[in-house]
């Protein structure tokens, strides 16, 4: 009889949790939409004409409803990378992976794939940035402790892709190596979310961000 009550009360926990995301579903953007919101937010970040939308005390209880972000995004955890910042956004808008060097792993796919397939988000951006401290620390060969080198040994692919395509070795372009990295692993490693993106119109681009000008390039827009 206990066995039976805990399955019931944890179903019942996950449909709640399920909803937290589904409740608002219909509300999500295309991929086109959201790109275009990131982009006109990206302008007022850069023209110091920022609105900060949904931010207020309404937002945040229309949040106890549950979320529908229009974006997932997986930037670097570097403290002058703020998406909401750099695109202008509030409460509830992005749903936001962060790490030294947005690296891509296990647990990193598995929260784009709630992203994607349970909060119904249209647009995937992973997005690099200048002068980042995870790509000068790959170049600069020496690893400090075995966890930043994890980060390193991830990112060294991206120095390699660059000698390959016989472009100079500097930070900017094995940033961009990364991100680059980055999405093709993501497409050809998790078959499910690739499917699943396929059939719902879901769109994956690349992004760098400028530290000095505070613009955004999404590279293949």
Same mark, same amino acid.
């Given at each position: 009889?206990?066995? %039976?009550?805990?399955?019931?009360? +944890? %179903?019942?926990?996950?449909?709640? !949790? *399920?909803?937290?995301?589904?409740?608002? !579903?219909?509300?999500? +953007?295309?991929?086109?939409?959201? =790109?275009?919101?990131?982009?006109?937010?990206?302008?007022?970040?850069?023209?110091?004409?920022?609105?900060?939308?949904? /931010?207020?005390?309404?937002?945040?209880?229309?949040?106890?409803?549950?979320?529908?972000?229009?974006?997932? %995004?997986?930037?670097? /955890?570097?403290?002058?990378?703020?998406? &909401? +910042?750099?695109?202008?956004?509030?409460?509830?808008?992005?749903?936001?992976?962060? !790490?030294?060097?947005?690296?891509?792993?296990?647990?990193?796919?598995?929260?784009? &794939?709630? *992203?994607?397939?349970?909060?119904?988000?249209?647009? =995937?951006? %992973?997005?690099?940035?200048?002068?980042?401290?995870?790509?000068?620390?790959?170049?600069?060969?020496?690893?400090? $402790?075995?966890? =930043?080198? /994890?980060?390193?040994?991830?990112?060294?692919? *991206?120095?390699?892709?660059?000698?390959? @395509?016989?472009?100079?070795?500097? /930070?900017?372009?094995?940033?961009?190596?990364?991100?680059? @990295?980055?999405?093709? &692993?993501?497409? $050809? @490693?998790? $078959?499910?979310?690739? #499917?699943?993106?396929? &059939?719902? !119109?879901?769109?994956?681009?690349?992004?760098?961000?400028? +530290?000095? $000008?505070? #613009?955004?390039?999404?590279?293949? #827009?």
């Amino acid at each position: 009889m206990k066995k %039976i009550i805990f399955s019931f009360v +944890l %179903i019942f926990s996950l449909l709640i !949790n *399920a909803n937290i995301c589904f409740a608002n !579903n219909h509300d999500n +953007l295309s991929a086109e939409d959201a =790109i275009k919101k990131l982009v006109e937010g990206n302008e007022r970040f850069v023209e110091l004409h920022l609105k900060h939308p949904d /931010s207020n005390k309404k937002r945040r209880h229309e949040m106890l409803k549950g979320q529908h972000p229009f974006v997932v %995004i997986l930037s670097c /955890s570097d403290s002058r990378v703020p998406p &909401e +910042l750099i695109f202008d956004q509030g409460l509830g808008d992005i749903f936001e992976i962060r !790490n030294a060097g947005n690296v891509l792993d296990e647990h990193v796919i598995g929260s784009i &794939e709630y *992203a994607v397939m349970h909060c119904g988000v249209k647009l =995937i951006v %992973i997005m690099g940035h200048q002068d980042c401290g995870a790509i000068a620390a790959t170049l600069s060969g020496k690893s400090e $402790t075995k966890y =930043i080198k /994890s980060l390193e040994d991830s990112i060294q692919p *991206a120095v390699e892709d660059c000698k390959k @395509q016989g472009l100079k070795v500097n /930070s900017d372009n094995v940033v961009k190596a990364h991100v680059m @990295q980055d999405i093709n &692993e993501l497409m $050809t @490693q998790d $078959t499910d979310l690739v #499917k699943y993106m396929k &059939e719902n !119109n879901v769109k994956l681009v690349p992004a760098y961000y400028h +530290l000095d $000008t505070g #613009k955004v390039d999404f590279l293949n #827009k």
